[in-house]
């Protein structure tokens, strides 16, 4: 029976860990796949379009922008980046699990756009330690740290409107594997079963 | 911090092997609570009050139905059976994860009174696999069986508008493995998050 794939979006304030959190998710499942985003910055030496990113020209970006084609986007440096609904289609299709990194807004716009779309918040054990770990970094600046502090503040706010799942990245390994349990449940959710639920109610059809 | 349980109901047709994956899934996991029902039939010999069945008068029981008490009843034999609220939510507000076991309209009901419940229906791997299993019970006539297989078939087709998983007994420890990936996911779910989200946006207020 053909499973369609679920449709992970990952987020979590800056300083929370993220990114180590996605890729111990990634050392433990086999069944995950990280979209290719799309750009239209130059590609730099060494860059395959389609592996590393889809390059696209500024009017193809605006054009799949208008369409709904892309799940989400921002822009950076005068550059666009985002994410092609097309390929994301294509993996869960195939059964795949497609994991999006990205941030708040992004994730509002992939909820409207795709409602079965899971959405998990990584939680900092609690916002002495998230400002421990920012100040940590030792990279920045009092007044950028401390705008930092702000976003992260007023995205935790957010996040219980727009998110299904929240986790504490207490430890890593712990945060990781909560995610590969939300994914193992959602891979049983009514959307990721129908194409099963179909057969078994066309089989239920026939012999009536 | 102080996580909420998850009420986790549980349905399947008739044949598909529900009570024997139940208990399956109550031995892998220590946190599940079985509902202890409410009934208006009488105590038999060796059934304590609160313990195998909550005792109730007719004219309770009735009132408790109209209050929202009864998150789901039924009657047999002239006797109502449901389950009563305040014990699921006592359980709940403890930490503990609360089964229930019930049908397709008592999942209606639950859901209309605490739409955070988890519901999950459990499948036959095929609709032919369901028929010899309800004949290999061989206890019923022709004519009862023909009866159960309509009942099934029907239910099959209400299933998908109301329940959120659903896992397919192929094997009777995976299907127990899938209930408790689901319990694990919806352990992080918003509604069992609440109160961690609560300390960690109200230890943001305090510092922002």
Not at 13 to 19: H, L
Not at 83 to 93: G, H, I, M, Q
Request: aromatic fraction near 8%; charged fraction near 30%.
């Amino acid at each position: 029976m053909n499973k369609r794939g679920v449709l992970l979006v990952i987020s979590g304030p800056s300083g929370v860990g993220k990114g180590t959190v996605i890729s111990k998710l990634f050392d433990m499942d086999d069944n995950l796949y990280f979209s290719v985003s799309a750009t239209t910055r130059q590609p730099r030496p060494g860059e395959v379009n389609g592996v590393h990113y889809t390059f696209k020209t500024k009017e193809e970006f605006e054009k799949d922008i208008e369409t709904g084609e892309m799940l989400e986007y921002a822009q950076f440096s005068g550059n666009y980046y985002g994410t092609p609904r097309s390929a994301v289609e294509k993996k869960l299709s195939q059964g795949k699990d497609v994991v999006l990194d990205i941030e708040i807004q992004g994730a509002r716009n992939v909820k409207r756009l795709m409602p079965e779309a899971v959405l998990v918040y990584i939680l900092p054990p609690s916002i002495e330690e998230l400002k421990r770990r920012l100040i940590g970094r030792n990279t920045e600046t009092e007044e950028a740290l401390e705008k930092r502090f702000k976003t992260a503040y007023t995205e935790l706010h957010e996040a219980p409107e727009i998110y299904d799942y929240f986790i504490v990245n207490d430890m890593v390994e712990n945060a990781a594997i909560k995610i590969e349990d939300i994914l193992e449940g959602e891979r049983c959710s009514k959307s990721a079963m129908q194409e099963v639920l179909k057969q078994i109610l066309e089989e239920a059809e026939n012999l009536a």
